[in-house]
């Protein structure tokens, strides 16, 4: 049980590492509500936005960010 824990934790390490990446290189909304407001949703990159790379960084950083808490709760199991 002691390797298993070993390599959750590198996994961890690695996984932790791997959403700050992700993080980081995601752009800032600081447009908010303004933006939605004066019709940027309606324009082309707002209907697209899902496939072109942002869109691709937040589908990321959600599916990591729940890796992170599964694997956080499995770690504070007593094994």
Known sequence: MA??????TVVFILLCVALIILIMCQESKQA???GTISGMGE??????????LEGK???W?????VLF???TIAL???W
Request: aromatic residues 10%.
């Open 3 to 8: 390797i298993l824990r070993t390599v959750v």
């Open 32 to 34: 908010g509500l303004t």
């Open 43 to 52: 324009t082309y990159w707002g209907k697209n936005k899902g496939r072109s």
């Open 69 to 71: 808490f599964v694997i």
């Open 61 to 65: 950083t959600a599916i990591l960010s």
């Open 76 to 78: 504070n199991m007593n």
């Open 57 to 59: 960084l937040v589908r």
